[in-house]
């Protein structure tokens, strides 16, 4: 972490506040000018599409507004596979002396899942990757949270009030961007309450000035509540003026260089070699971070954290090389979804139509008002003139490639979407075990790679909180976990056994000895239970011990839950073999008297 002093922030409307507010505009305009090439700038019409509103407004009447909404069903579905086990973390570390603090750090990782509902807020989050084609995953430190101690939470930001250097086009070398920006939407009030007087002076947003619905007509604008919050509240245009002011707060985080006391860049170090003599070194430059609100500054301060990154990473969708922002699952998908409404609509319309009967007849069977009365309803009265003909015809059948059309859509959807009938609970055409089980795994191929990305984006996301631990908790809390049986229970966390034996600068570099993993396929239920199914027949050929077949389907306490079953068998075995001699004997003793009974003395009627 940098050690320089922060420059004291400008005077407000100073030309210095000036110049620094234009500056790091600049990154904003420049980063949404980047994204309005990416499929974000289409994320209200799929937010729109997977809520079933799939018609254009100026639809004619006479066609009806059929939608098959596959898209939300394909949408709940694949969320329901990525998020339906909870992925395992596993903090490993490369110094042998921290061996058995790993421990002491993965319990308040896995407790953020318990305490935050963060596996909910996955869900959703993974949601509006799908539709957005990315989403932003963001760690810091609340200090309101825990009733008022301060605590890590993790949470979803809206892609949309966020923009990234444009350099950067993978997710993964996030460390490279020169500048990360995130917009959201605070209360005049709460900022005063976190910055302080300084933020008296901060004007108020005019868009913002009307956000509470006077009619329930005319929807149409996004909601105006902070993205940070992960709430989404939709206001319409016209709207009462609000009582409470809101200003749109835009966080800078962008490399700059170290500054002296003066403010003046530290490009270069001194460092002397082995032989005495002094060369200048190029340091690193450090993240800095500018918080603007409504024209002032409200902070200019270097990065607060000690890992020394941004605190946001993405989670991109899709095969994308040109930007970070990813691909659209359902812009994907769209035009297939689009193709099955109309034509199952224009189906429902000529079913209407053609279940009506088709009536021909002599110009002069009936007066011009009889045959303005000839309507689509199911039964009409009509007198025609003597030697004038009127006839009925039955409608013609539907055409079945119609519905073959119909079919190849929808098998469509979850072809590109990667999903299939094994994926979706539906039976195959073989039912061998074996089969099922290689058809299942083959099937979800594009699952297990989305599964793999999600997998690599916990793991960037979550390995800045080990640093922020250090960092933040200074004092023994209580927490709580899911443990292995299943249960929420409690457990202490202890600082000073993290910190034994480290002092001063040690402690805030001890991070660096500790990296997080999560277990690959472990966000995957359908990973576990084949590797329970594998582990259960290699236990049936004897190359598994009981322990190991426990210890592959995640058993709590396997070599315990082992032993118990063994000492029971044991038992069980012992008190059988008993039972059995008991038995035996009696068997013997009654056999026996059997034989001196049933000995035959002679022939029917003689005696001995």
Not at 143 to 153: F, S, T, V
Not at 230 to 254: C, I, K, M
Not at 313 to 334: F, K, N, P
Not at 557 to 579: D, I, L, M, N
């Amino acid at each position: 972490m940098a050690t320089t002093t922060p420059r004291p922030l400008p005077d407000q409307s100073s030309a210095r506040e000036r110049d620094l507010i234009q500056f790091v505009g600049k990154f904003w305009a420049e980063g949404q000018n980047a994204k309005s090439g990416t499929d974000l700038r289409d994320v209200e019409d799929h937010l729109q599409l997977v809520r079933g509103q799939q018609w254009p407004r100026m639809t004619p009447r006479s066609v009806p507004q059929f939608v098959l909404n596959l898209l939300n069903d394909h949408v709940q579905r694949k969320v329901g596979l990525l998020t339906d086990a909870r992925p395992i973390l596993e903090v490993t570390t490369t110094n042998d002396r921290y061996t058995d603090r790993t421990h002491i750090l993965e319990k308040p990782l896995n407790a953020m899942w318990t305490e935050t509902s963060w596996q909910e807020a996955l869900s959703k989050g993974l949601a509006l990757t799908l539709m957005a084609g990315s989403n932003v995953g963001m760690l810091g430190w609340d200090p309101l949270a825990d009733n008022g101690r301060g605590d890590i939470r993790p949470r979803f930001f809206d892609p949309r009030s966020v923009v990234i250097d444009p350099g950067v086009t993978s997710a993964t070398a996030m460390e490279t961007a020169e500048y990360v920006v995130t917009q959201e939407v605070r209360s005049i009030g709460s900022l005063i309450e976190q910055f302080g007087e300084r933020a008296v002076a901060i004007q108020p947003d005019a868009n913002l000035a009307n956000q509470y619905a006077e009619s329930n007509r005319n929807r149409g604008i996004r909601g105006v509540l902070s993205p940070a919050t992960g709430l989404f509240r939709r206001r319409f245009q016209d709207s009462l003026a609000t009582a409470v002011f809101r200003a749109y707060v835009r966080h800078y985080w962008f490399k700059d260089w170290q500054r002296d006391e003066a403010g003046h860049p530290r490009r270069t170090t001194q460092v002397v070699r082995h032989d005495g003599s002094v060369v200048q070194r190029p340091v690193r430059r450090m993240i800095r971070h500018v918080v603007i609100a409504g024209g002032v500054v409200l902070a200019d301060e270097p990065n607060p954290y000690w890992h020394e990154h941004y605190p946001i990473e993405i989670l991109d969708w899709g095969m994308e090389t040109d930007h970070i922002w990813g691909q659209s699952e359902i812009r994907q998908l769209r035009s297939a979804q689009d193709a099955l409404n109309r034509l199952a609509s224009q189906i429902i319309r000529n079913t209407t139509l053609l279940n009506n009967f088709v009536i021909q007849g002599d110009h002069n069977a009936l007066d011009a008002d009889q045959w303005n009365e000839l309507t689509n309803r199911a039964a009409i009265i009509l007198k025609t003139r003597p030697n004038t003909r009127l006839n009925f015809q039955s409608p013609p059948s539907l055409p079945p490639y119609l519905f073959t059309v119909i079919e190849w859509l929808t098998r469509s959807i979850d072809m590109i979407g990667g999903m299939s009938e094994v994926s979706r609970g539906q039976a195959g055409g073989s039912q061998s075990g074996i089969t099922v089980e290689s058809l299942q795994l083959a099937s979800q191929t594009v699952i297990r790679l989305e599964a793999r990305r999600l997998e690599a984006f916990l793991t960037r996301l979550f390995t800045k909180a080990i640093s922020m631990i250090f960092q933040f908790y200074t004092s023994d809390r209580v927490k709580q976990i899911v443990g292995d049986d299943g249960m929420v229970t409690t457990f202490s966390f202890d600082r000073a056994a993290l910190v034994m034996g480290l002092q001063g600068k040690e402690i805030e570099r001890a991070f660096r000895d500790f990296n997080l993993t999560v277990r690959p396929g472990s966000s995957l239920n359908a990973t576990r239970i084949q590797r329970a199914v594998l582990a259960s027949n290699l236990y049936g050929m004897g190359l598994l011990t009981g322990e190991d077949l426990l210890a592959a389907v995640e058993w709590p306490a396997p070599k315990e839950t082992f032993e118990r079953a063994q000492a029971e068998h044991a038992e069980k075995a012992a008190a059988a073999s008993g039972a059995q001699g008991v038995a035996a004997s009696l068997n013997r003793s009654a056999g026996g008297a059997r034989r001196i009974a049933s000995f035959p003395a002679g022939p029917m009627g003689n005696s001995v």
